[in-house]
């Protein structure tokens, strides 16, 4: 497969975040396909095809989850609540990417399921250099689980 095909899902409500995660991805050459969702609600769609992802094929998740907590609709523990419910996204790697340092919201993070948890560094360097470690252990170095059905 060729790296660019594996997708990332963004789930950020903060446009300015949004655009500070993409550009860091651009100036580390992490080229791979972005979809953004900007809601709680909007991610589940896309995971499960449903809602304005109606009809999208579901057996081609992203390679990676990065989400927000702090997300209108449905939060990010919801969301990650429902993944992790679920099994065609119950090995889904998710990385939860906030700016919530609350105790609470790491242990529940960590207790749903989460693969990783990383604040988001205020200082645009500091910023890059974690999209620039983000990719390069989610996208190249780790293997993951197979695709459901597959042997």
């Known amino acids: 497969m060729d790296p660019t095909d594996k997708v990332i899902l ?10 500070l995660t993409l550009r860091a991805f651009r100036k580390n050459n992490i080229l791979n396909p972005v979809v953004v969702a900007r809601d709680g609600v909007e991610a589940l769609d ?15 998740q992203p390679q990676v ?31 939860i990417l906030t700016t919530s340092n609350e105790e609470r919201d790491i242990l529940a993070s960590y207790q749903l399921g989460a693969n990783s948890y990383v604040r988001k560094p205020v200082d645009f360097e500091q910023f890059l250099e974690a999209a620039r470690q983000l990719g390069l252990y989610w996208l190249v170095l780790n293997v993951p689980p197979p695709a459901a059905g597959t042997p």
């Open 46 to 60: 896309y995971l499960f095809g449903t809602g304005a992802h109606s009809g999208r094929d579901t057996r081609n």
């Open 10 to 19: 963004l789930v950020e409500d903060n446009a300015d975040d949004e655009e």
């Open 65 to 95: 989850v990065l989400l927000d907590l702090k997300l209108p609709k449905v939060d990010g523990l919801e969301v990650l609540r429902q993944l992790r419910a679920d099994p065609r996204t119950h090995l889904l790697p998710v990385v």
